[in-house]
């Protein structure tokens, strides 16, 4: 199996596992969600250094940084397929309490800036429609690229090692 794919199955396989463990100990819900989502973006980066570390070694310690671009890229795009459908899942059936406890924090967060109730419903009302399973699955696929494509592009800068007898 090719490394991306393997580190990208890991990825998304990784990924539920925290989600259900953030679901399980509710830690998901507390005030600590920043460290739960730092730790989100730490996973997708471990596999994609891990993917470039082996691509390398296959490869007498050398990659190019276009090699390890696509490969990190393919390893978010697999991992975050499967993370996106089970972020679906998830919000739908599993905890779909979720997504009342996101708008009323959201709601919270708009009333510490000082909107006003009227302001607060017709922002509300219009993110409603997002909440549907396609858009879900959509934004979060979208997001995970865009990320995921900053991600690759930094660890593909970093990790590079073209070799120098391709070179000359």
Same mark, same amino acid.
């Given at each position: 199996?090719?490394?991306?794919?393997?580190?990208?199955? %890991?990825?998304?396989g990784v990924s539920i596992l925290w989600? #259900?463990?953030?679901?399980?100990?509710e830690l998901n819900r507390s005030n600590y969600d920043w460290v739960v989502n #730092? %730790?989100?973006l730490i996973i997708p980066i471990t596999c994609m250094v891990m993917a470039v570390n082996e691509i390398k070694a296959a490869q007498s310690g050398y990659i190019t940084f276009n090699q390890s671009f696509k490969k990190t890229l393919a390893v978010i795009f697999i991992g975050g397929s499967i993370a996106a459908v089970f972020a679906v899942i998830y919000m739908n059936w599993i905890d779909p309490?979720?997504?009342?406890f996101t708008k009323n *924090?959201?709601? %919270? *967060?708009?009333?510490?800036m000082g909107l006003s109730d009227d302001v607060i419903e017709r922002q509300l009302a219009q993110s409603e429609k997002f909440y549907q399973p396609q858009w879900m699955f959509l934004f979060s696929i979208v997001g995970i690229l865009f990320i995921g494509s900053i991600f690759s592009l930094i660890v593909s800068a970093i990790m590079k090692k073209p070799n120098p007898e391709e070179i000359a």
């Open positions: 199996m090719k490394s991306e794919n393997r580190y990208g199955l %890991i990825y998304g989600s #259900l463990l953030m679901y399980v100990t #730092l %730790i989100s309490g979720f997504m009342e *924090k959201q709601m %919270i *967060k708009m009333q510490e």
